[in-house]
């Protein structure tokens, strides 16, 4: 916005008339790093994502901790490219200093094709664990939305190639908006895409029953503890000490001092989390605060 107050989409010889050839060029040497920020730091989030929810399968955390390495390290070497693509850097906004700059097509063009790559790994990536899952139809409706963003996504990241290649060669590089336009729409879309699976909650909160109570992600269930001291009486409930939502499932302690596991797995997306629980004696009269002993 603010390089369009000083003339960017006007022709360059109409620049300095309606705004400021010098300052136009500046924020568009800053927008153009601003702009591989965003865009690889959507892709980091989104990686990280990924681990969170598959950290247990062991050739899914490698591949995810080898594409956070080389995304990580790109965005450094094409954003330190991108602020010292001429020399002197000042040249970058001043063209008529001596001096010189970087041949922007290829450079363009690689941090495209490196976009596109990386976005249709990110896009592929989950699908085949996806497809494994047993979870409700609500849920697998509320995906669709998400890669099917992403798929647009990636499809706007191979549009915008060409006019951003013509823009590399314009000579009238403030008027010559196309590549400008589709930029804007794909980090801007990435962005709202990397959100989306967290709106589930939201939406799981607001409508239950539409979406379904197995597609919290982040509420556990609460642990229910059992004393079967006597043969042949019924069960007795004591609390965690910890409260509700301590943890998932329920465990029952026999009176033969036997534990009896007793898992209750919630829906949707789930993983293994290993913890250690330990029982002591109590009499039947005491309270119930003191009935477990669970670490």
């Not at 965005?75 to 850097?89: D, E, K, R």
Request: contains cysteine; charged residues 15%; hydrophobic residues 45%.
């Amino acid at each position: 916005m603010f390089m369009v107050q000083n003339g960017y989409g006007h022709h360059l010889e109409a620049v300095p008339i309606v705004g400021n050839t010098r300052t136009v060029f500046l924020l568009y040497w800053l927008v153009q790093q601003v702009y591989k920020i965003s865009l690889h730091l959507v892709k980091i989030s989104l990686v990280l994502f990924y681990f969170r929810l598959f950290n247990t399968i062991r050739w899914f955390k490698w591949v995810s901790m080898t594409l956070l390495v080389v995304i990580a390290s790109y965005t450094l070497i094409s954003v330190f490219l991108g602020f010292f693509q001429c020399a002197p850097v000042s040249k970058a906004w001043i063209r008529t200093q001596p001096g010189k700059c970087i041949d922007l097509t290829p450079f363009w063009t690689s941090n495209a094709s490196f976009s596109i790559s990386t976005d249709l790994i990110l896009l592929l990536l989950p699908i085949p664990l996806l497809l494994k899952l047993r979870i409700p139809l609500g849920q697998k409706l509320g995906l669709i939305p998400v890669f099917g963003l992403g798929a647009f996504v990636t499809a706007i990241s191979i549009v915008r190639l060409a006019p951003l290649r013509r823009a590399a060669d314009s000579d009238d590089i403030t008027f010559d908006l196309e590549g400008t336009m589709w930029t804007i729409l794909e980090v801007n879309l990435a962005s709202i895409c990397a959100s989306l699976p967290w709106t589930w909650v939201l939406l799981t909160q607001l409508f239950p029953g539409t979406f379904g109570r197995g597609s919290k992600m982040s509420t556990p269930r609460s642990v229910e503890v059992y004393d079967r001291s006597k043969a042949g009486t019924p069960w007795s409930r004591a609390e965690s000490k910890y409260g509700a939502g301590a943890y998932m499932g329920k465990y029952a302690v026999g009176s033969n001092g036997s534990n009896d596991a007793i898992v209750t797995p919630p829906r949707g997306i789930q993983k293994t989390v290993d913890y250690t629980v330990e029982f002591s004696r109590y009499k039947s009269d005491s309270p119930v605060s003191d009935r477990s002993n669970m670490v």
